[in-house]
């Protein structure tokens, strides 16, 4: 992935694949699943810019996972890998499974 960089406030995501057995153990077959919205941040852009012209840094990060809108982004093939695109603004959270922080947010 090191020979693409995306620009602007641009974020580059692979998607983390879904369950394929259902709660009661019912196995999907492809046809059937939905595309996941999960996906983890494989590379960022460097920001956008304000009217000020002020580069604002982007708020994920490589490595963080993240949901995103089930629409969202342009598919891509980069190195032979599926990727997909999307700007910053098509991501709705960053998923934390850090221990205690939902003790954190309790508080």
Do not use: C
């Amino acid at each position: 992935m090191s020979n693409f960089r995306p620009l602007h406030d641009r974020v580059v995501l692979r998607r983390i694949d879904a369950e394929e057995k259902s709660a009661g153990g019912i196995i999907i077959p492809d046809t059937a699943k939905e595309k996941p919205t999960e996906a983890e941040v494989v590379a960022v852009g460097p920001g956008a810019r304000d009217e000020q012209g002020q580069l604002t840094p982007l708020q994920v990060a490589p490595g963080d996972r993240v949901l995103f809108g089930k629409w969202s982004g342009t598919e891509v093939k980069i190195s032979g890998e599926d990727l997909l695109i999307v700007k910053e603004s098509d991501i709705l959270g960053i998923v934390t499974n850090a221990p205690g922080a939902a003790a954190k947010q309790a508080a």
